[in-house]
């Protein structure tokens, strides 16, 4: 797996701790740890962007952060648990794979417009 892909990963991991921050923080720290995920996220996804499909990258950052963001909701904040939702969430999950499978690997353009 190349940096690029690493970085979506990345974003999309802070996403699902930055949502998670806006609804759970009720302290200076923990609104503090939410705008360092906040701006981390934001910095690694437009530099994968630069280098990767600008689609397959959107679609992955936000699939992989909407599962994250279900599957923390239910581990770690005790959200019902609802076989239905989890189902759905295996299928956008094969989606994101799916598109990186089919998606070409970037060329490395780095210092280029």
């Not at 892909?5 to 921050?21: K, T």
């Not at 005790?78 to 794979?97: A, N, T």
Request: proline share 4%; with cysteine.
């Amino acid at each position: 797996m190349n940096k690029y892909w690493m970085y979506v990963l990345l974003a999309s991991l802070f996403e699902v701790c930055w949502v998670a921050g806006l609804k759970h923080a009720g302290n200076l720290l923990e609104w503090s740890l939410t705008i360092l995920a906040i701006i981390t996220t934001f910095i690694l996804l437009p530099v994968s962007a630069k280098y990767l499909p600008i689609g397959t990258v959107y679609a992955i950052f936000a699939g992989l952060g909407t599962a994250g963001t279900v599957i923390v909701e239910i581990v770690v904040f005790g959200e019902p648990f609802k076989l239905l939702k989890v189902l759905l969430i295996g299928l956008l999950l094969i989606g994101v794979i799916g598109l990186k499978k089919v998606s070409g690997e970037p060329s490395e353009r780095e210092g280029t417009a």
